[in-house]
């Protein structure tokens, strides 16, 4: 594995936070968590990280080995409980359930906390000025409704469609991009187009820098506020636009 390509987001908050992701993304019961289907995914996102070379943290990988265990356990035959005993079973899902609902509630806390915050920083108080020559109403700017496990998503699925491209004889050629660069090469791209551009277009070279440097150079313009993600529905193509001025 090539380390000069090796990099650490701090964009991901936790194995916890994924999950819940996930359980959002695919509407499921958080009560009754189906833990084949969720583990599937969960180590989709965990091959990506891996593809990209990203320094994964390691609870990502101890909540991978968690989920398989659990998943395991489900597989087991259950032994026969008799009415006449007091014996439980307990579920192996309750221990994660539980972590998971503790998660959600303080994240929810965490949110109403942080726009009740963005709110009271908005309100200012001064004389009474004549706004005449304001009269021109501005739209106010876009925000987009992308999380990092949206763009991680869509990159996976990128990866299963343009693998089967790939010539079963390749010449590696390193290229070195600068991340300003290619911040700058994306930034010309999506203000061309109205209409947004499309996730998958702004990867046309399939090689591990490439997009590397890409994904970051992306997740760059999106703290800096230049640029901005939408997807109308779950699954849905992810397309960029440029952040109004």
Known sequence: MNQAYQVKLDAFEGPLDLLLHLINQYEIDIYDIPMAEITEQY????????????DI???????????????????????????????????????????????????????????????????FTRAPVVFEAFSEQKR?????????????????????????????????????IPIEQRMEDILQSVKKEKDGVSFDQLFPYYSRSHIVITFMALLELMKDHKVYCKQTTHFDSLYVFCMEE
């Open 43 to 54: 180590m989709r996102y965990i091959h990506t990280m891996q593809h990209l070379e990203l």
């Open 57 to 123: 943290a390691s609870e990502y990988l101890v909540m991978a080995a968690t989920l398989i265990a659990i998943k395991s356990n489900m597989l087991l035959p259950k032994q026969e409980v008799f009415e006449d005993t007091d014996d439980y079973e307990e579920d192996p899902r309750e221990e994660l359930m539980q972590r998971l609902i503790e998660y959600r509630k303080y994240k929810n806390v965490a949110e109403r906390l942080k726009e009740k915050d963005m709110n009271t920083n908005q309100i």
């Open 140 to 176: 106010p700017m876009e925000k987009g409704n992308i999380s990092i496990y949206d763009m991680l998503g869509a990159l996976g699925r990128m990866f299963e469609r343009k693998k089967w491209n790939e010539p079963l004889d390749t010449k590696i050629e390193r290229s070195e």
